[in-house]
Every structure is written in C-alpha cells, then in structure tokens.
C-alpha cells in the first residue's frame, strides 16, 4: 500500500471518528437529559430536566413511598370534600308543568266529565298524556268551579287542600282526592358509557344515583367509573364510585335532582402514553374501576425492554395547568416497583424509559458504519 492511499485512508478514518464522538453526544431517538446542576438561583437544588429553546430546565420530583401516600391522601381529601356535598336527604315532589293530576270530588261524578269518559282511558300513544289534568305553561291547574289555581310547586296535599277550600263556596263539605297521573316535568339525563343512554323522569319515589344508571342499562364495558361527571345548576362533580364504595359512602345515598345530567366517561379518556425502552411502545389505559398505577402502565404496553432500558432513568411527564411536572423512579431494585404499584396515573401522563448510554452508542455506530464505509471508498476512487 503506497503512502498517499494510507494517507487518503488516515484522513477519512479521522474525519470519521470526528463525526462518530460528535454524533454520540446525541443518540437517535428520545433521550431525557437530566442535570444534577445547581439551580439555587431559583431557590431550588434539586436535579433538573435541562433547559432547551423549547422548554425551560424543570425541577425533578423524585419518586417514594411518602410522596405517593401524601398525593393518595391529597386526592381522598378533595374527593371526600366534593362527594359530601352531593349527598343529602330527598325532597318532596312538587308539581310542575306537564305534568297530569287526576281529580276525584266524591259524590259528584258529573266533574269527571271535564277529563272525558273516564280517568282510567289508556292514552293510545306512548308520548300522550294520561287522562287527567295537566298543569299549563304557566303552571296553573283549572277545575271547574274552582276556576284557575297556580299549583306548580306544590305537593299533592297540597292542592288537595287548595280545591278542597275552593270548591266550599259551591258545594258542601266537598271530599277531593288528588293524586300524580304522568310525570312530565322534572327529569334527569344520564349519558356516556351506559347501554340505554336517555332521559328519565323524577317521580314521588327519589331517584337515586344506581337507580338512574340501572335505568339506563347499567354500565358498559368501556365504563370508566371512576370518572362520572356529574353537572348540576351549572357546576360539573367528578365522582370517583369504587374510590366512595371503598371511603364507606353509599352511591345509593346521592339523590338526583331536576335537570341533573350524568356523564359516565369512557376509559380510553383517561389514557396515558408510554414511551422509550418498552417492549410495545403506546398508551394504557385504567381498569374497570378507574384505577391506573404506573406499574400497571408498564405490564399494559409488555414491560421495559431489558436489554435495551437503563431502568435506573424512569420518567413520568404531567402537565398542571400548563405547567410540566417531571417525577423520576429508579427501578432497578425490585422494591421500587412497590412505589411504582401506588403511584397513580392521570390522564395524558407520559411514562418516559430512557435507554442505556450503550444502548444509544451502538445505535449511533450502526448509523454511521455506512457513511464511514462510503468515505473509505471515496478516498480510494479519488486516489
């Protein structure tokens, strides 16, 4: 070999290795660049994502047994706190407008007329009103003799007592019975993951939370019944169901009331992301229950992969108010898998795995061994 093409050679292997530790500064793929550089000028010493024009640096959280247990405590508080103050004793039903009274003045059947040929007709179609009375838009009820009574909002005793003191000024001791025909004018609205999603009516008998959802079917499969929004007069209620079950509150004590709508979630709505050295990168979604840990993310998506994954460098990424929040887990002791089983998701969580040092310098070696290869070829041709 003459001295110019181990010269030309030289040069290329030079230029080569130059680009190849260049390159190993920066491995293909995602890579979270942790610092342990101080950050005392913002108060705060910790370990730190490091800044870029995108993002500024981002103060890590790390992961323990205590930090997990005064978020689960956190949570429990607010969601007692809310979930109390949906839970209370049932009114009475009150007459609205729609609805049908059927009224019965004993000793005196030519006041049955008023409705037709009898209160007991079946109404031929499902949408008709039962025979009967119904309270006008303005919420008044007319009877004869009686004249205009305004009834909405009023028990049926009531307006029992209201005709009774009426109808005195003609006849004597009149004896009146009042009572519900159809109710048409308070429902509630249950929607989302359930089999028969609809509208239901409030009746006499108080309409309970399991009352409302068995009326709609029950839950479907994709039901996430952690996540039941509840809106009521213009304010949205989350309620988390196995989490009232387990703090020994009844569902069945949350009475709903006029206009409520329900909103059962599904669970692809609360799914996370998980990305880096898993064996089948993509998201993870809750358990029927709602609940979804980190450690049940990773088994979602096949665990991380072991011979590519530096499991010291586990990474949650969570988004508060616009804000990004970064939780770090070391996971190369078994036991930390205890934290990684409490830990509990939200929704859009990105669970990030980083892979090993070696791991991306062997990938940066497979990309460059053909530029390395051309550039030795080159060298030839030119020679």
Same mark, same amino acid.
């Given at each position: 070999?003459?001295?110019?093409?181990?010269?030309?050679?030289?040069? #290329?292997?030079?230029?080569?290795?130059?680009?190849?530790?260049?390159?190993?500064?920066?491995?293909? %793929?995602?890579?979270?660049?942790?610092?342990?550089?101080?950050?005392?000028?913002? %108060?705060?010493?910790?370990?730190?994502?490091?800044?870029?024009?995108? +993002? =500024?640096?981002?103060?890590?959280?790390?992961?323990? *047994?205590?930090?997990?247990?005064?978020?689960?405590?956190?949570? /429990?508080?607010?969601?007692?706190?809310?979930?109390?103050?949906?839970?209370?004793? =049932?009114?009475?039903? +009150?007459?609205?407008?729609?609805?049908?009274?059927?009224?019965?003045?004993?000793?005196?059947?030519?006041? #049955? #007329?008023?409705? &037709? +040929?009898?209160?007991?007709?079946?109404?031929?179609?499902?949408? !008709?009103?039962?025979?009967?009375?119904?309270? !006008?838009?303005?919420?008044?009820?007319?009877?004869?003799?009686?004249?205009?009574?305004?009834?909405?909002?009023?028990?049926?005793?009531?307006?029992?007592?209201?005709?009774? +003191?009426?109808?005195?000024?003609?006849?004597?001791?009149?004896?009146?019975?009042?009572?519900?025909?159809?109710?048409?004018?308070?429902?509630?609205?249950?929607?989302?993951?359930?089999?028969?999603?609809?509208?239901?009516?409030?009746?006499?008998?108080?309409?309970?939370?399991?009352?409302?959802?068995?009326?709609?079917?029950?839950?479907?499969?994709? @039901?996430?019944?952690?996540?039941?929004?509840?809106?009521?007069?213009?304010?949205?209620?989350?309620?988390?169901?196995?989490?009232?079950? @387990?703090?020994?509150?009844?569902?069945?004590?949350?009475?709903? /009331?006029?206009? !409520?709508?329900?909103?059962?979630?599904?669970?692809?709505?609360?799914?996370?992301?998980?990305?880096?050295?898993?064996?089948? =990168?993509?998201? @993870? $979604?809750?358990?029927?229950? &709602? #609940?979804?840990?980190?450690?049940?993310?990773?088994?979602?998506?096949?665990?991380?992969?072991?011979?590519?994954?530096?499991?010291?460098?586990?990474? $949650?990424?969570?988004?508060?108010?616009?804000? =990004?929040?970064?939780?770090?887990?070391?996971?190369?002791?078994?036991?930390?898998?205890?934290? @990684?089983?409490?830990?509990?998701?939200?929704?859009?969580?990105?669970?990030? $795995?980083?892979?090993?040092?070696?791991?991306?310098?062997?990938?940066?070696? %497979? *990309?460059?061994?053909?530029?390395?290869?051309?550039?030795?070829?080159?060298?030839?041709?030119?020679?």
């Amino acid at each position: 070999m003459t001295y110019s093409m181990q010269r030309v050679r030289g040069t #290329a292997m030079a230029a080569a290795l130059t680009t190849l530790l260049g390159a190993c500064a920066f491995a293909p %793929g995602f890579r979270m660049p942790v610092s342990s550089g101080d950050m005392t000028t913002q %108060g705060d010493a910790r370990p730190h994502i490091e800044a870029t024009a995108a +993002t =500024p640096a981002i103060p890590i959280t790390e992961l323990d *047994l205590a930090l997990v247990k005064r978020f689960a405590d956190q949570r /429990k508080a607010n969601q007692d706190q809310q979930a109390r103050r949906l839970f209370g004793a =049932p009114g009475s039903y +009150t007459v609205g407008v729609g609805d049908v009274l059927q009224i019965v003045v004993w000793d005196h059947p030519e006041l #049955a #007329a008023a409705i &037709g +040929t009898s209160q007991n007709q079946p109404s031929t179609k499902a949408s !008709d009103p039962a025979s009967g009375f119904v309270v !006008d838009q303005n919420g008044n009820l007319r009877f004869p003799y009686a004249g205009t009574l305004a009834v909405a909002g009023l028990r049926t005793d009531e307006i029992q007592q209201k005709l009774t +003191t009426a109808l005195s000024t003609y006849l004597v001791k009149p004896q009146v019975t009042v009572r519900m025909a159809s109710y048409r004018s308070r429902q509630v609205y249950v929607d989302g993951e359930v089999r028969s999603p609809g509208a239901f009516s409030l009746t006499d008998v108080p309409l309970s939370f399991y009352d409302a959802i068995a009326r709609a079917g029950g839950f479907s499969d994709n @039901a996430d019944q952690s996540d039941v929004v509840l809106v009521r007069g213009g304010t949205s209620h989350r309620i988390d169901v196995p989490r009232l079950i @387990a703090e020994g509150l009844n569902p069945s004590r949350l009475y709903l /009331k006029t206009g !409520d709508v329900l909103r059962i979630a599904p669970r692809d709505e609360g799914a996370v992301y998980v990305m880096g050295e898993v064996n089948r =990168p993509g998201s @993870a $979604v809750p358990r029927r229950d &709602g #609940a979804l840990t980190l450690a049940d993310a990773i088994s979602q998506v096949g665990s991380i992969n072991s011979n590519t994954a530096d499991t010291a460098q586990m990474f $949650v990424v969570r988004s508060v108010n616009g804000t =990004p929040q970064v939780f770090h887990l070391d996971s190369r002791s078994p036991v930390s898998m205890l934290v @990684a089983n409490e830990f509990e998701l939200k929704p859009k969580d990105i669970v990030y $795995v980083d892979g090993s040092g070696l791991v991306r310098f062997n990938r940066v070696i %497979g *990309l460059l061994m053909p530029l390395i290869n051309t550039g030795l070829t080159a060298g030839v041709i030119a020679k």
